[in-house]
């Protein structure tokens, strides 16, 4: 194996990896909750950026219910970019065997 070669193909790769890194950091990703009433928006890099929450499911009386909702919203769309991502990447090293790399 040309190891001038492998080195140039790594280089090329970082340098894709470093751009499809810098395009997933400035996507959004939304996760929803209660049949969209709680709306949260997360960036690639993992940076919530938003919350919406309908009023319908504010009651005083049951915090906890909110709060379940808030959490899985904000969880589903930390969960899509982190896909994202992984796929993004992914198509990246896709039939890539350099000896010794895990791809």
Not at 8 to 13: G, L, N, P, S
Not at 17 to 30: N, R, W, Y
Not at 34 to 55: E, F, M, N
Request: aromatic content about 4%; charged content about 25%.
């Amino acid at each position: 194996m040309n190891i001038q070669k492998m080195m140039k193909q790594a280089q090329q790769m970082q340098a894709k990896m470093a751009d499809a890194q810098e395009e997933i950091s400035k996507k959004d990703f939304e996760g929803e909750a209660g049949g969209g009433k709680v709306k949260a928006v997360a960036r690639g890099v993992g940076q919530i950026v938003s919350i919406k929450i309908d009023p319908s499911v504010v009651d005083p009386s049951d915090t906890e219910f909110l709060e379940d909702l808030v959490l899985k919203a904000v969880q589903t769309a930390l969960e899509t970019g982190k896909a994202y991502a992984d796929k993004e990447m992914g198509k990246m090293t896709a039939g890539l065997n350099i000896p010794g790399m895990p791809f």
